[in-house]
């Protein structure tokens, strides 16, 4: 007479194989689940864009050795939101964030951008002027703790104004009122954590 005893020893011991098979034991199992730190050592490419927005939104991505994306807020060292633009841009990854300062970058744009319209007869703004951008010690969280660096970031804004659709010659619309805008932050960097 058959015992049922067998059974649950039977399927222990398949299940037992068949985390072996997976590469698996239960203490394995549960340490993958901890999220690791990956580390960030090379030369990373980053492009950061807004369009049609003077707002702290814009959208991010790195290539490299960092390969993420993500939305990009400017933010004030606290963390609050930065509606000027003027102190820090937070990169919030799909792995990770981490800060880029970019007083430098923001004094230098509007150094550029002083004299709107550049381009009277068309109403229309270009700016583009390249510009070190060092990445805000103390700031990586997730895959980017601790993560060191610098990029350097060409700046690249174009802009139509009310006025521009009407034709070549007519009078910008004054005051400026932005029809059409696109800003493009994008270059190499090194980065280390």
């Not at 070190?132 to 010690?137: L, R």
Request: aromatic share 6%; charged share 15%.
């Amino acid at each position: 007479m058959r015992t049922n005893h067998a059974v649950p020893a039977c399927r222990a011991a398949i299940a037992g194989v068949a985390l072996a098979l997976a590469g698996c034991t239960p203490a394995a199992a549960q340490a993958s689940a901890k999220p690791a730190v990956a580390r960030v050592h090379g030369t990373a490419h980053l492009v950061i864009y807004s369009v049609n927005s003077d707002g702290p939104d814009f959208r991010a991505m790195l290539s490299g050795a960092i390969g993420d994306y993500g939305p990009a807020v400017a933010v004030y060292p606290d963390g609050k939101v930065d509606p000027e633009h003027d102190s820090e841009l937070e990169l919030k990854l799909s792995r990770g964030t981490f800060g880029l300062n970019i007083a430098e970058l923001d004094q230098e744009f509007f150094r550029h951008a002083s004299h709107q319209p550049a381009y009277p007869a068309t109403c229309s703004e270009y700016v583009s002027f390249t510009t070190p951008v060092p990445v805000v010690a103390g700031s990586g969280t997730g895959s980017y703790r601790g993560i060191t660096g610098d990029f350097t970031i060409g700046v690249t804004g174009d802009e139509v104004q009310a006025g521009a659709a009407s034709g070549v010659g007519e009078p910008c619309v004054q005051p400026q009122r932005r029809v059409w805008e696109v800003i493009i932050l994008a270059g190499p960097g090194t980065v280390s954590s």
